[in-house]
């Protein structure tokens, strides 16, 4: 426990290191659907309209799934 | 051709810069601290009543609150939080300058009397009817709510339980801005199509010929069906550029814009409430099959699933509401902060050097931040479109084997 007293101190409040693992884990998601969204587009350049929405769509709604962590966390 | 291009592009580049100046310039004027607007003397400071935290009501934010902050703000230096919190936060007035602000109507419903209050907020700077201007929100006065025993300074205590504010506030003006616009655009828009019946579009008719067939031929017809989309597309217009004008006005940083009409999550709450309304009023036997009685499922898994399609019929626009509502607030919670960065580093105005040194640091980040927030006004009302788009074409969808 000593190690999270001392992350305490430095980061202020343990709502805010939630968030932070929030972010952390939209990043990796985000990141994966860019990922293959690029090699789609990069394997047939026609469908790329489609892929782009569908790219958005679905990056909203991993962010919206974030941004309940960190509603939560800023609101405690 | 080349000339025509070319044109386009110096019109362009010129906007690109008018709008980077206008974005970036005036946010340093909004983000300023009104110290002089508190009139209380110093030594009240001390006077922390921390008995009274242990039974402080979650409504009720008692003074202690506001006398920590200023404290802080005192003896550290520039505390950023209040100042962006006050920023993200409705008003009663358009904070301009530090202490001249534009009064915005006040109308309230007093529980206690029982009769209306209403004024300009400017008549509640000190005071009227037992209610009071304190930092841009309305507040009853000492003497008038007898239950609440809140934590008085200057005669004012922060029991916001005993009255209901009908007042036209910061987003309330916006919204009603937004449709104004709204309602002069998409009028003359209209009496052109009809004025100009076979002839090419002009003007104003041009460009919004290609957000609407947008909004048309991307969002409506691919998800709901070219039969049925015609019934929702005034719906689904409505919301895709109410809530653009609404992100938009937010991020220019003064009057008529500067209000975060999408962060109070009442607003964001009521347009879910309507995408709710819309899906399950219009939602064929179909649909209702699907949620309670799936079909082409064994009987446990059909028994299995009911309870979790139910709870998914309210948790999508839920997650609905908090997307819009999180976004645009964490946008203007993340300009605000880097404008605070440049009071973080002049010390609150004591260092000259610190406020240029934090101001070479801020200014292109908060450029940069800006514009992305550009692009998340329109994904975010494109996402919101989209997703009840979705919703409602999952709602009128003929079953198919």
């Known amino acids: 426990m000593e190690l999270l007293t ?6 202020g409040s343990i709502g805010v290191l939630g968030a ?37 769509i679905t990056a909203a709604l991993i962010e919206g799934a974030a941004l309940f962590a960190i509603v939560t966390a800023l609101i405690t | 051709m080349r000339q025509i291009n070319n044109q386009i592009l110096n019109w362009l580049k010129c906007l690109g810069v008018f709008l980077i100046i206008a974005l970036a310039i005036p946010q340093f004027a909004s983000a300023q601290p009104g110290h002089e607007g508190h009139n209380h003397p110093p030594g009240q400071h001390h006077n922390h009543n921390h008995g009274k935290k242990a039974n402080k009501n979650a409504n009720e934010k008692t003074l202690a609150d506001y006398n920590d902050a200023h404290a802080a703000a005192e003896s550290e230096g520039f505390n950023p939080t209040p100042t962006i919190m006050h920023h993200i936060a409705d008003a ?19 529980r206690m009397n029982g009769k209306f209050i209403t004024g300009l907020s400017s008549q509640f700077k000190e005071g009227k009817d037992g209610y009071k201007l304190y930092h841009g929100a309305i507040v009853p006065m000492k003497g008038n709510s007898a239950k609440k025993a809140g934590i008085n300074m200057s005669g004012v205590n922060l029991g916001k339980n005993t009255f209901w504010d009908f007042s036209i506030t910061k987003n309330v003006f916006t919204i009603m801005l937004a449709a104004l616009i709204m309602l002069f655009v998409f009028l003359t828009v209209a009496k052109k199509y009809k004025q100009r019946v076979g002839k090419a579009p002009k ?44 992100n938009m006005l937010g991020l220019i940083p003064f009057f008529p814009g500067s209000a975060n009409v999408t962060g109070n999550i009442a607003v964001t709450a009521i347009l879910a409430i309507f995408t709710l309304l819309v899906v ?3 939602g064929n036997v179909n649909y209702w099959k699907h949620i309670f009685w799936m079909p082409d499922v064994p009987v446990p898994v059909k028994i299995f699933l009911m309870p979790i399609e139910l709870i998914g019929v309210l948790t999508k626009p839920f997650a609905l509401m908090i997307r819009l509502f999180a976004n645009i607030t964490a946008g203007h919670i993340i300009v605000l902060s880097l404008v605070s960065l440049i009071f973080i580093f002049s010390n609150n105005g004591l260092s000259a050097g610190g406020g240029v040194g934090g101001a070479a640091i801020a200014v292109p980040f908060v450029l940069f931040i800006s ?7 329109f994904l975010q009302a494109f996402i919101f479109t989209i997703l009840s788009a979705v919703f409602i074409g999952a709602a009128v969808e003929e079953a198919h084997h």
């Open chain 2, 203 to 246: 003007g104003i008719q041009s460009f919004f010929e290609p957000l609407i067939t947008f909004v048309r031929d991307e969002i409506a017809v691919p998800n709901i069906g070219k039969a049925k989309a015609d019934k929702f597309l005034p719906y689904l217009m409505t919301v895709f550029f109410f809530i653009w004008i609404i």
């Open chain 1, 6 to 11: 001392v992350l305490l101190e430095i980061t």
């Open chain 2, 92 to 110: 009663n007035e358009f904070h301009v300058y530090k202490n001249f602000s534009i009064p915005l109507p006040v109308i309230l419903w007093d």
């Open chain 2, 280 to 282: 399950n009023l219009s």
């Open chain 1, 20 to 56: 932070g693992l929030a972010v952390f884990g939209a990043g990796l998601g985000i990141g994966k659907i860019g990922s293959s969204a690029a090699e789609s587009i990069a394997r047939q350049p026609e469908a790329s309209g489609d892929i782009r929405t569908a790219m958005i």
């Open chain 2, 371 to 377: 514009v992305i927030e550009l692009l998340v006004a």
